[in-house]
């Protein structure tokens, strides 16, 4: 499994990635997706109706790559639309129905409609530890 780092932010900075200690100070609503690979990153992008995107290489850094979602904004969730959301992810993905899946999307629905109005949207993959 790999980490992909939901965040939103008005400043962004690259250097914000080269320590872990660093990003989590910078980014502290950060939110974590465990994702089998890129792949299913973009299967998640794709049902969340999310593709202008880019994504580029993050050099010297505690992270590999991160994707600029900027452009397009998160889904607003209400619960029911959520459980419709976490469903039809479960068919597409053919991910295992748990607690730890669900609770690792619940913050669509959560911090959606604030980092909305945000000026920076970005997934930021972790280097996978060995």
């Known amino acids: 499994m790999e980490n992909y780092n939901f965040i939103a ?5 690259l250097a914000d990635f080269n320590e872990l200690d660093k990003f989590v100070d910078s980014f502290p609503d ?3 997706v ?13 049902l969340m109706k ?17 994707w600029d979602i900027s452009t397009s904004k998160l889904p607003e969730f209400n619960e029911t639309e959520f459980d419709e959301f976490y469903e039809l992810w479960l068919t597409k993905s053919e991910r295992m129905n748990n607690m730890d899946e669900y609770g690792q999307l619940i ?3 959560r911090l959606s ?3 909305n109005t945000r000026k920076y949207r970005m997934i930021v ?3 996978k530890s060995t």
């Open 113 to 115: 409609l604030d980092w």
């Open 30 to 32: 950060f939110q974590t």
């Open 9 to 13: 932010s008005d400043n962004f900075d």
């Open 50 to 66: 999310i593709s202008n995107y880019s994504e580029l290489e993050i050099p010297a850094s505690e992270f590999q790559r991160y």
């Open 34 to 46: 465990s994702l089998n690979n890129d792949n299913e990153l973009e299967k998640l992008l794709e």
């Open 107 to 109: 913050f669509l629905q």
């Open 125 to 127: 993959k972790e280097i």
